[in-house]
Nanobody
Framework: QVQLVESGGGLVQTGDSLRLSCAAS????????MGWFRQAPGKEREFVAA????????FYADSVKGRFTISRDNAKNTVYLQMNSLKPKDTAVYYC????????????????WGQGTQVTVSS
């Protein structure tokens, strides 16, 4: 069992930056994929970014490519999502998730989820 705890959300203005953190309760293994998803009010949860824990390969949704960066710190069992040039459409609850299946975008394959952290971008 892996518990995930997100932090770092908040209220910012258009163009600002935020860094989200996702701390895992224990060491995750090389076959894990760590992902970030988000859900805006009235919308379905969508994929944002993912990183393979072992190789460090990264994947992004087109809507955030070039603005968001996902990274990991093996020693701290933590995954980060650096968000730059934030826009009002980035407003959502952001969730960290982990899966052992090696999948990237299919949220149904993710085994573990955090509680979410709110990001609000004002115009």
């Amino acid at each position: 069992q892996v518990q995930l705890v997100e932090s770092g959300g908040g209220l910012v203005q258009t163009g600002d930056s935020l860094r989200l953190s996702c701390a895992a309760s224990r060491r995750t293994f090389n076959n894990y994929v760590m992902g970030w998803f988000r859900q805006a009010p009235g919308k379905e949860r969508e994929f944002v970014a993912a990183i393979s824990w072992g190789a460090g390969n990264t994947f992004y949704a087109d809507s955030v490519k070039g603005r968001f960066t996902i990274s990991r710190d093996n020693a701290k069992n933590t995954v980060y999502l650096q968000m730059n040039s934030l826009k009002p459409k980035d407003t959502a609850v952001y969730y960290c998730a982990a899966n052992e299946a090696g999948t990237v975008r299919n949220q149904r394959k993710y085994n573990y989820w955090g509680q979410g952290t709110q990001v609000t971008v004002s115009s």
